[in-house]
């Protein structure tokens, strides 16, 4: 991790710099810098994944918090990832009457969500990468996790199955199933330790209620941002238009659980969002939520860098559908089946269009309306976005 | 009720001096015999099921006892019925690794095994009809349950929902809810209260364990039934050939969940049983449950009634699945789908070959296979069975 503490401007890339002897998760995690969590271009990238979704498993417990099952798996070199099973089949649409805090956690959209955010040119999301493991070998026979442990059963179909403790969907009637023993999964890449890297964890102002009958504040106020704008930490620096980035990323995947954002401590507040925790996206292919983009709507407020890419990714060569589909065949899942279905993958085309529709909106009605942060900076990382 | 206690042969059908100004309940009660809760050809059975579909709803509360929510719903007159709501797309199949106590109950199932329990001659099952109900104006808005009405709610959707309270599925993860508002439910015919006729709950000595590990001793004991033959009260009467038509009642609709079986207690042992709660029946069309079968493949005994009604619904112009689908017509849900799919119906054909073929198999080996329970009674409610 980069503890430089210039506060304006991209960070000088030292991934060249890394000890190759290092293993990929430590070199990641050398690499985070104040603006972004890596850069796309870093030969490293590739080989993180590659050893998350290769590398012989040595342990699996029950991962604490939150409120669905996940695991912390453990790999040779003291790699770790978080893992996320799949809980339902792969193009499953979300029931019409379950809220967004009932809903299941997806492998596909843990994945999905990182290649997404990748394609933005956020980069605020740790790699993540699916994998086919075996449950008994890989979870059952050597995890040392009591709670877990005795969750294993095999079903009536013959399949080796648990459920682990937690909040939500850990009992016998949601169980999670190998194929009889092969299961896919998601692997996210896990951040420095928080004792060597602390973050500070913030509610999102755009927060929903997470109540059957309550409406949030921003649901029932329209100038409901002006009050955000004037609140410390969004009345400076960036913190606003990526609270919108945020909201963009959110919008496309159709992901509504998005109640807080981590930082980096050291970087205090000038630094980028970190984009945790997308199990809860994609759930809905044939609707759109246009609640979650309230922060644009309501601010009127973008990037220009986040815009400039937005655009280019509506035209016909550069249609997002195209480089989402292309860029997830890299994931080892896709051979199994692709990690999203194309009416998933029609509807970030349609909800790009939207996010487009808002903006031109806005600027009929606003001068301020793109944020200029790339001025100056046409070599830097997202340079590409310009062009 | 006929309070008649004559130990063997058919009771008189008595249905015909009932008091025309009985509501169609009273007189459903007062027909149940020894031998069977109702003559098929009573035409009191059609207005009792008009009237439950049909009657103004004057209450709704939950309904205590077992795992999954179920309300008790009064009509004028005093008339009462069980409502299961529709929880699940009709044609959905129960997935490979959930156990059978595990499974949903099906408001489709409690209404197709009434209709082929009848079919099948045995008429243990009381009346059950499929009806569209107005969640919010005949459960919300008259319910006096408060914590039932609590836990409604509008979904996502605008649908209204609810959940009620109970051991499985009665959470805001598991909705009952209505398109908005109007509900598929079945409705059962209650029996006569247990004040007035009292009734007696046995323990199925074919009970599956209820357990993710154990097996039950009739699994593991292939001469499991010579214990049953010598203990009362399958040592004498027709208990035993009852179980077994039981039996083949569940493994034609591939019922696993019958741990327990009841009787009137004022017709003593020599009496029919009842087939209560078929509601996780009917879950899966693709694969066949033999074990459910055990208590024919094991003892290898049959009623001669039961075995000529299953050889004649063998028959091309008899097929149980014809038949099966022309009785549902007349449920009036059958408007809205049908209420078993082609796969549903397709399998109880291929079920009822594989009854027949045990018998065949248990016919080769032993000479005592066929109970001859219609010897003079050839002019009984059951003679068409036997023409």
Redo the contacts between chains.
């Keep these: 991790m980069q503890s430089n503490s210039h506060e304006e401007g991209y960070d000088k890339v030292t991934w060249t710099t890394d000890v190759e002897t290092h293993p990929p998760w430590l070199r990641f995690h050398l690499g985070i810098s104040r603006w972004e969590l890596y850069n796309r271009k870093d030969p490293n990238l590739a080989q993180l994944t590659h050893y998350l979704a290769t590398q012989h498993i040595l342990g699996s417990v029950q991962k604490k918090g939150g409120t669905q099952l996940k695991l912390l798996i453990s790999f040779p070199n003291y790699g770790q990832a978080l893992l996320k099973p799949m809980k339902q089949t792969r193009h499953a649409e979300t029931d ?5 805090f ?1 809903d299941f956690e997806r492998h596909n959209a843990e994945i999905a969500a990182f290649h997404l955010d990748r394609l933005l040119g956020f980069n605020r999301i740790p790699p993540v990468v699916g994998r086919l493991i075996n449950v008994t070998t890989e979870i059952k026979e050597i995890t040392t996790d009591r709670r877990l442990s005795k969750t294993f ?5 013959g ?1 080796v ?1 648990f459920y682990g403790q937690c909040e ?2 850990c009992s ?2 949601h ?1 999670v ?1 190998g194929q009889p023993h092969m299961l896919e999964v998601s692997l996210a890449t896990m951040l420095p330790d928080l004792t060597i890297a602390p973050r500070r964890s913030w509610r999102s102002p755009w927060r929903r209620s997470y109540s ?2 309550k409406l949030a504040q921003w649901e029932k106020d329209p100038a409901y941002c002006d009050t955000v704008k004037q609140t410390p930490p969004y009345n400076q620096g960036t913190r606003l238009v990526d609270l919108i980035d945020m909201a963009v990323l959110d919008f496309l995947m159709s992901n509504m659980d998005r109640h807080h954002y981590e930082t980096f401590e050291q970087f205090g507040n000038n630094t980028f969002l970190l984009h945790l925790d997308n199990g809860r996206a994609f759930g809905r292919h044939s609707q759109d939520e246009p609640s979650i983009l309230a922060p644009l709507q309501q601010c009127c407020r973008i990037r220009r860098s986040t815009f400039l890419r937005l655009r280019l990714l509506s035209l016909p060569d550069f249609r997002l559908s195209d480089i989402m589909r292309e860029s997830l065949t890299q994931d080892p899942l896709s051979r199994v089946a692709p990690l999203l279905s194309e009416p998933h993958l029609s509807a970030l085309d349609r909800r790009l269009a939207k996010v487009l529709q808002v903006v031109q909106t806005c600027q009929e009605k606003h001068d301020d309306v793109i944020y200029n942060d790339i001025e100056g900076h046409d070599q830097g990382p997202r340079s590409a976005v310009t062009a």
Excluded at 153 to 157: C, E, G, R, V
């Design positions: 019409v009457n379950l809220f967004y009932s059963f095999t079903s009536p179909a399949n199955c939500y969907y016998v009637e169980p199933c059957r009958t």
